[in-house]
C-alpha cells in the first residue's frame, strides 16, 4: 500500500510505501531517502494494507491482521486502534469513501461506516477469494468487486449487485484502474497464474443494474404473511386494550381495591379470634408453632411455644386442645405450661389417634390462654392428614 507524501492529493504526487512484515511489524518508508518515516507494533501479521489521506496532512491506514482482527492507524496516534473483530480469517479489505468493507473466509461480505456501525451483511453460496474497489471517476460510481471460486465476479453497490462476469479461471487478485490509456480497466490474476485485462466501455450505463429492480423495496415484503392463530389473537387483544384501555385499568383499580379490602378484613378478623402465629398483645407476648409427625393411625402433635419478651417472664400460661372426638381421640386436652422465659422455646408433645375409617378429616385447635384472662393470648388450626389406615382401606 501507498500514501502520498504531498499535500494535495494529485495523481503524480510522491508516495511513500507501506510494508507489512511477518514479525509484527509495519513500517512507512521515505521514497527517497529510503529511510523508516514510522514503525509500528502490531498486535499480530498483517495480511491487507489500505490506506487513505496525506502522509503531511493527514492519513488512515487499515490493516487487517491474521488472527481476524481489524486496526486503525492515524497520525500521531502511537499504539493501533481495534476497529473490528471478524468472525473468521480476512479475504480482503477495502475503502470504498467513509465506509470500510471487508470479506471472510466464511463467505460473508460485510460493510461498515467509520463509527464502526455494521451497514450491510452480503451471504455468498461460493467461497470469496478476493475483493477490490472500484472508483469509476467518470460516471462517479464507486462499487466493490467480488472475486468467487465458480470464476465469476460480481460488482455491487452497496448490497446491490449491479454486473457479473465469467472468467476462464478462478480469480485471485482484482485491481481497477487505468490501464495503458484506458481510464477505466480491470486486471485479473488468476490462480493459475494467468493474467487477464477487461475494458469498461465508455458508454456502459451502471445505473441500469440500479434501476431493473437491485434496489428498492424488496417485492417479498408484498407478500402477505401467514399469521399464526396465537399471534393473531394478541394483536386483536392489543386492539382491544388500545380501545378499553380507560375502562380496563377503572375496573383493575376497582378489583385492586377490593382485593386489599378483603385482605385487611381478614387480617383484623385474624386478630380479633387470635389467630397469627405471634401474639400482638404486649402483656402475653407469645409465639406458637405446631406440626404433626406420623402417617397414622397413632400421629405426635408438635407444639413449641416461645416468650417474645425481652425482659418480662409469663406465668400460668396453658394450653387446651379441642378437637372432633368421633374422628381423633387426644393423650391430653389439657397441658399446662411452666414459667416462659424470655426467648426460650418451649416443647409439648402429644399423641393423637385416628378413630375413622371412611376418609375423613378434620382439624385440631390449639388454645394457649394465660391466669387470669378470658380470651385466648394464641390460637392455632391444625389441619390433621389422612391416615395411613383409610389410605390402604
Known sequence: AVVSTQSTGDEDAISCLIIGTENRELFILDPE???????????????????????????????ACRNGSVLVLKKGLNTPKFCITLNSHPVGIERLGKNIVVATMDNVLMCYSNK?????????????????AMDYKAKTFKGVLVGLSNNEIRLYRDKFLISSLACS?????????????????????????????????????????????????SPQQYTKLNVPRKTKTFVEQTMRERESGVRMHRQFQHDLYKL?????????????????????????????????????????????????????????AYIMLVTNETLYVLEKCYIALPLLVPGLSYTV??????????????????????????????TAQIDMPASEAMIVG
Not at 466501455?201 to 423495496?217: F, I
Not at 399423641?351 to 394464641?378: H, P, W
Request: hydrophobic share 40%; net charge positive; with cysteine.
Open 33 to 63: 531517502a529510503f529511510t523508516v518515516l514510522v514503525r509500528q507494533s502490531l498486535p499480530s501479521e498483517p495480511v491487507f494494507i489500505r490506506s487513505t489521506g496525506l502522509y503531511d496532512v493527514d492519513y488512515r491506514i487499515l490493516v
Open 349 to 378: 408433645n402429644v399423641m393423637v389417634r385416628c378413630t375413622s375409617e371412611q376418609g375423613v378429616t378434620d382439624s385440631i385447635n390449639v388454645f394457649v390462654y394465660v391466669k387470669g384472662r378470658s380470651a385466648a393470648a394464641l
Open 169 to 217: 479461471d478462478t480469480p485471485a487478485m482484482l485491481q481497477f484502474g487505468r490501464y495503458d490509456r484506458e481510464d477505466s480497466s480491470l486486471v485479473v490474476i488468476t490462480k493459475s497464474g494467468g493474467l487477464l485485462v477487461y475494458i469498461l466501455k465508455r458508454n456502459t450505463d451502471l445505473s441500469q443494474g440500479v434501476a431493473t429492480g437491485s434496489v428498492g423495496p
Open 116 to 132: 464502526i456501525k455494521s451497514l450491510w451483511i452480503i451471504n455468498f453460496d461460493q467461497q470469496i477469494t478476493c475483493i477490490a
Open 260 to 316: 386489599r379490602l378483603t385482605t385487611a378484613q381478614h387480617f383484623v378478623q385474624a386478630l380479633q379470634k387470635k389467630m397469627t402465629p405471634v401474639s400482638v398483645s404486649s402483656s402475653a407476648p407469645l409465639k406458637i408453632a405446631a406440626n404433626v409427625q406420623g402417617i397414622g393411625p397413632m400421629f405426635r402433635l408438635t407444639i413449641e411455644v416461645m416468650n417474645t419478651s425481652s425482659s418480662v417472664p409469663i406465668m400460668g
